[in-house]
């Protein structure tokens, strides 16, 4: 629980710390990337602007590439570059370099791409409405009985829409690539997520053509949430073709508005839940749910997305009849991708919004409707998982609690009856699997190394990337804690494939829960096997014996055993539990919604670092209300925001109180700490609107425009 | 593009006998250098007039208090003078932007922009202000209200400036003051709707009535028609329908990225209500 200062604070705060675009290498010249205009077409011609001397330039497109057009993904299915045709806005087509890099933008700017143009989904309903557009594979959960619903059963039927999502990380994505023609050697330095991916990614784009590439990461990396995942990967392997062409070192740094408009966002979701309800015991007793992703031009990794969606999209509730289907929808738009919650935000959208709608309905409170349904020993998950812990209800009790949900209940609605501005307050639950879903972790097959040396620092070698979320930091707690080493002698290493194993991608709240407890078992073996109770002692008397190596692999429980075709099993190990308050003032005059407090309660089991954990919370909450509230992305008829003007991220002035409670903490294990704080928040935005109002909004977010709409919808009925 | 740092009033003149229609002026560089990046400003003139000290300041001369154009909003929202004879004024400005941006966003930029956001603009509108602009040979007094012409165009010569802002001293004594800026959060926002006003009344009548609006035009504007509607009358004299009407006649609200022009026109519409009621 030691609140440890973050490694990288002091060289934050003074400016020493280095991100991608703080690297520069001799002679090395800058690139940027070309990209459609169209949303669906074929190239007929590309005019470069006059007035500028080609040969100055450096140029690659599909025809340049010496191994494969396919970016290694889940499915590979997406190429670096489009060879005639474009599937989508933002689909790069070239990538240009030049030493000057401002020329280079004025260059590009003036490229004139002409298009013979095809039909294109757009918009998001139109993608999402329509059958026709369904492809990959269909997921089913089927746990259902066979048994009619009662005629006395309450049946509801709703739609909920989500929208995109941008990461809004502070860095934009960038990457240097640095040809070593002796060697063969292809370096590349990245703000990513994910070395081991980026690393295939240039290696598959190469193919023959190098020997090797190593990817090492910056030594900061201004945020990510999701978006450093699999982006990265084309990027580098666009760079690395630059600077194998140019034979000089290029990097590139996209643009702002760049970014927004092609790199991967949060998916936009069409979820349609059905349910039947028992009046007489309040319970919901069966479920089907029709839970669609618009994935983009190109699956990706969306399959992983829809299968997290489909194992979260019951939320917390126990329903003895369920059957769920998830699919991927495709449209022109450039591919959505990983976003912290990764399909479950979306779930809980639906399904929080849903059980809110249904004790509306049936005029009971949500809070103790909610009780009636919500996990508890002895259920299972639709996917017959058993549930081992009441962890989820304590939550959801605390919160309760401590927010005075009840009391505050009657005086909002006593004090709405004398005002024209409204007050509300809502509920919303979550909860998120540790790591990589079903056999993933198995799969991944994670290893990490520890060098001690003659003075004993340990160095740790981890794949997994510190991006401002403290991991790097707590994960040295971890080893320096289980034996008591002092913290200034233990020391996670920059990633750099060529040093590092191959601890698997820093996603899926897999960090800490399964790198970081595998290293705490890890010190404690090291501990064992060399015999020592003060390591420093131990180093001291022997030192023959320093430097020296050790490596650990991560041995999945055997518990773990999980059907991918059926989808039948224990999907994640460990799961992660929230619940949450949250209080809104509603501006009549303006139609806007004010958050004045949210209160959360949090089961993360053991906190490794109090601090960063409340931070990383915090932060995580925020992204949630904001995606249910203010971060409206594409607009019918209008296309996508352009910048941080138009694309409303809450500033801190938008901050409401935030509370955070983290309970079941003497638990031996931290679980998973990255996703869940952005999980759950939304829904109970939604749901005080509702207590304000009365009136229930079926999409996100509850931007002002959207509620007159709907309130003056309302006033016409 | 050709940079100018003049050296003094002098310097400023001399580079500036010729018109010249790509002439720009870089004050805080908030809008313009926006403009040059995104390429709606190239192959132009740009005169720097920032450390100019003729331009800066804030002084109370006669009746009125006389702001430098290129005096900055913090300037602004720390004054003395502001915050004893403006104290709305000053308090409105408080959600310019951001503290970082109020340190460099000038008020003649704001101004001379242009932008129908401008929240200086109908700030200043209801205080009744002044611009004085100058040429090497000519100086002018104009009312702030005949300024723009349409659409980022004003009345200004591109051989002349704005030097300063004149607001009458008593501007807002006896008033009952308003100002509402409507965006999608807190700070760091472009306006949807903005409305300012102020009124006084008397016998529960409205003797005095000013109200103007921001990002509803081509430029911010008093609501002249519905001031006059609302002069002597009393609050249950007032058929809001009619206002509502002649509101529909002075605003031209439109649907963009950023929000909708139902939208904009009802909660127009609403802030107007309140403003009266309060
Ligand atoms: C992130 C961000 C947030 C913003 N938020 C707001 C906001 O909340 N509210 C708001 O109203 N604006 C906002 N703006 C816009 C901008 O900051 C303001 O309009 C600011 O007041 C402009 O002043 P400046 O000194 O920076 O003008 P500059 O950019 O230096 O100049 C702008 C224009 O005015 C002309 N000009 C400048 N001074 C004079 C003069 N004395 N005489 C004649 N012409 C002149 C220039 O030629 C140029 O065309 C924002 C801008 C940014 C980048």
Redesign the interface.
Same mark, same amino acid.
């Given at each position: 629980m030691k609140s440890i200062r973050k490694i990288d604070a002091i060289p934050k705060l003074n400016g020493s710390w280095k991100f991608l675009d703080d690297y520069s290498y001799e002679e090395m010249i800058h690139g940027q990337l070309l990209y459609s205009t169209c949303h669906h077409g074929t190239i007929k011609k590309i005019h470069f602007p006059d007035g500028y001397n080609l040969s100055e330039f450096t140029v690659v497109s599909a025809a340049n590439i010496p191994g494969e057009n396919i970016v290694p993904e889940p499915v590979c299915d997406q190429p670096y570059m489009a060879d005639k045709e474009v599937f989508h806005f933002g689909q790069v087509i070239m990538g240009i370099a030049h030493p000057n890099r401002k020329l280079l933008r004025e260059f590009i700017r003036k490229i004139k791409i002409e298009y013979e143009e095809l039909p294109a989904i757009i918009d998001i309903k139109e993608c999402l409405e329509n059958e026709d557009n369904v492809f990959g594979k269909e997921l089913i959960i089927d746990h259902r009985t066979g048994r009619k619903p009662d005629p006395n059963w309450i049946h509801h039927h709703k739609i909920y829409y989500t929208p995109h999502q941008e990461q809004a990380y502070l860095e934009p994505q960038g990457m240097i690539a640095v040809w070593q023609p002796k060697e063969k050697i292809m370096f590349v330095r990245a703000t990513c997520q994910c070395p081991f991916f980026v690393k295939e990614g240039v290696e598959t784009i190469m193919g023959s053509a190098i020997k090797e590439a190593v990817i090492e990461t910056s030594e900061g990396i201004g945020g990510a949430f999701g978006g450093k995942e699999d982006f990265p990967s084309l990027l580098a392997g666009i760079t690395s073709l630059l600077s194998y062409k140019s034979g000089k070192p290029v990097k590139i740094v996209l643009e702002r508005e760049d970014d927004i408009q092609i790199t991967t966002k949060r998916h936009p979701a069409r979820i349609e839940i059905e349910t039947w309800t028992d009046p007489e015991t309040r319970k919901i007793m069966k479920i089907y749910i029709d839970y669609r992703l618009d994935a983009g031009a190109y699956q990706t990794l969306s399959p992983v997305v829809l299968a997290r969606g489909v194992l979260h999209a019951i939320s917390g509730y126990s329903i003895p009849d369920a059957y769920i289907r998830g699919r991927l929808f495709r449209s022109n738009t450039p591919s959505n991708g990983a976003f912290r919650g990764f399909g479950a935000p979306q779930a809980f959208a639906a399904m929080e919004a849903h059980v809110e709608s249904i004790a509306a309905d049936m005029n009971i409170n949500p809070y103790k409707f909610r009780r009636k349904n919500i996990f508890r020993i002895g259920n299972e998950f639709p996917t017959t998982q058993p549930i081992l812990e009441n962890n989820l209800s304590d939550c959801l009790e605390r919160v309760i609690e401590k927010s005075n949900y009840l009391q505050k209940l009657e005086e909002f609605k006593e004090w709405n009856k004398t005002h024209k501005d409204k007050k509300g307050i809502g509920i919303s639950i979550g909860y998120h699997g540790g790591g990589y879903t079903g056999n993933g972790e198995k799969v991944l097959n994670s290893e990490v190394k520890v060098v001690i040396e003659k003075d004993a620092t340990v160095k740790i070698y981890v794949a997994n990337t510190d991006m401002g979320q403290g991991a790097h930091t707590t994960l040295a707690q971890m080893f320096f804690e289980a034996i008591d080493h002092p913290r200034e002698k233990c020391l996670v290493q920059l990633p750099n494939t060529s040093k590092t194993p191959n601890s698997g991608p820093t996603v899926a709240s897999r960090t800490i829960y399964i790198i970081g407890n595998l290293l705490r078992r890890f010190a404690l073996k090291i501990k064992d096997e060399l015999g020592f109770e003060n390591l420093d002692d131990y180093v001291s008397s022997n030192q023959n014996e320093f430097p020296r190596e050790f490596r650990m692999k991560f041995v999945q429980d055997p518990s773990v055993v999980f059907d991918e075709e059926n989808y039948v099993g224990v999907a994640y190990k460990d799961y992660s539990w929230a619940a949450c308050v949250t209080e809104i003032y509603f501006h009549a005059d303006t139609y806007q919604i004010e958050l004045t407090k949210s209160w959360n309660v949090i089961d993360i089991g053991k906190v490794v670092n109090q601090k960063i954990a409340v931070g990383q919370a915090e932060g995580g909450i925020l992204q949630g209300l904001a995606y249910g509230l203010c971060e409206f992305f594409y607009k019918a008829g209008y296309g996508r925001m352009h910048g941080f003007s138009d694309y409303a991220l809450p500033t801190t002035m938008d901050l409401p109180e935030i509370d955070v409670e983290f309970i079941h903490t003497d638990s031996p294990i931290a679980k998973g700490l990255g996703e869940i704080p952005m999980d759950f928040p939304a829904p109970s935005v939604r749901n005080a609107f509702h207590n304000a109002t009365g009136i229930f909004i079926d999409e996100y977010p509850l931007v002002p425009e959207r509620i007159f709409k709907s309130l003056t919808a309302d006033e016409r009925r | 593009m050709k940079f100018i740092r003049p050296n003094d009033m002098e310097g400023l003149f001399q580079n500036m006998e010729e018109n010249n229609d790509r002439r720009y002026f870089l004050a805080g560089g908030t809008d313009i250098n926006v403009q040059i990046k995104n390429?709606v400003i190239k192959n132009a003139e740009i005169i720097y007039i920032k450390h100019l000290k003729e331009l800066n300041g804030i002084q109370i001369v006669k009746d009125d208090i006389v702001i430098g154009a290129v005096t900055n909003i913090t300037e602004i929202l720390n004054s003395k003078i502001i915050k004893e004879n403006l104290p709305f004024f000053q308090r409105s400005l408080e959600s310019f932007a951001?503290p970082l941006l109020q340190t460099s966003a000038t008020i003649g930029g704001n101004i001379a922009n242009g932008s129908p956001t401008a929240d200086v603009v109908p700030l200043l509108l209801v205080l009744d202000a002044k611009l004085e602009i100058v040429s090497k040979t000519q100086t002018r007094i104009i009312e702030l209200n005949n300024f723009f012409t349409g659409y980022k165009t004003n009345i200004m010569k591109t051989n002349e400036l704005i030097r300063s802002i004149i607001i009458p001293r008593k501007a807002e004594n006896g008033f009952d003051t308003y100002f +509402?800026k !409507?965006g999608?959060?807190?700070? /760091?926002?472009?306006s949807k !709707?903005t409305l300012a006003g102020l009124k006084n009344i008397s016998h529960s009548k409205f003797t005095t009535v000013k109200l103007a609006v921001g990002s509803l035009n081509e430029y911010p504007r008093r609501l002249y028609k519905i001031e006059e509607y609302l002069t002597d009358k009393s609050l249950i004299e007032i058929n809001f329908l009619k206002v509502e009407e002649l509101l529909n006649e002075e605003i031209t609200p439109i649907t963009? /990225? @950023?929000?909708?022009k +139902?939208?904009r026109y009802?909660?127009c519409v609403? /802030?107007i @209500?309140?403003f009266l009621n309060e």
């Open positions: - | 390429g951001s +509402e !409507v999608s959060r807190k700070s /760091l926002m472009i !709707v963009d /990225l @950023r929000s909708d +139902e939208y009802h909660v609403n /802030l @209500r309140t």
